[in-house]
């Protein structure tokens, strides 16, 4: 939809930025993408590397297109506490987020923001997991899963040259 790049297969999610869902300003919407800019600080953490992912269903019901973006965010328990505590839950769940993902093959990709709904369908905790692990040297994780809909999957986000 925003391209015909050619790129070897290479799945994952190398980092993320999550924002409140008011924090994102668009100056241009193209068929190749956004720019954007944040007016607030993101939410900072650190990603395990090849647990994360972004999933995107599209449907059609009744002759209405329908996207589903599926955000899961996986932690260190110690380094992402901040998703436990309620300045974080309640943005997630009342207000809602935005996310600037940055993919394993170096594409950003703007989630929860679309063109039609701009911040009126942002991402939302659907839920927050903490796992202990099973042996003495496996890390405490939080696993955060973030959903919204609308009717286009994510806008690719251009980056400034």
């Excluded at 449907?59 to 380094?79: C, M, Q």
Aim: glycine share 6%.
């Amino acid at each position: 939809m925003y391209g015909n790049d050619k790129r070897k297969p290479i799945g994952g999610i190398a980092s993320c930025a999550l924002y409140p869902a008011d924090a994102a300003r668009i100056s241009a919407v193209t068929r190749q993408g956004c720019k954007v800019t944040f007016n607030k600080a993101p939410y900072e953490f650190e990603l395990f590397d090849e647990h994360s992912s972004l999933s995107e269903q599209m449907v059609a019901e009744n002759g209405i297109l329908k996207v589903t973006h599926r955000l899961t965010l996986v932690a260190d328990r110690n380094l992402a506490s901040a998703w436990l505590e309620a300045p974080f839950t309640n943005q997630a769940i009342d207000k809602g987020l935005v996310a600037e993902v940055t993919l394993t093959d170096g594409r950003h990709l703007l989630v929860g923001w679309s063109h039609r709904f701009q911040a009126e369908q942002p991402l939302r905790l659907s839920s927050l997991r903490s796992d202990s692990g099973t042996r003495a040297n496996e890390t405490p994780t939080l696993t955060l899963t973030l959903e919204s809909r609308d009717n286009t999957f994510a806008m690719p986000v251009i980056q400034e040259s």
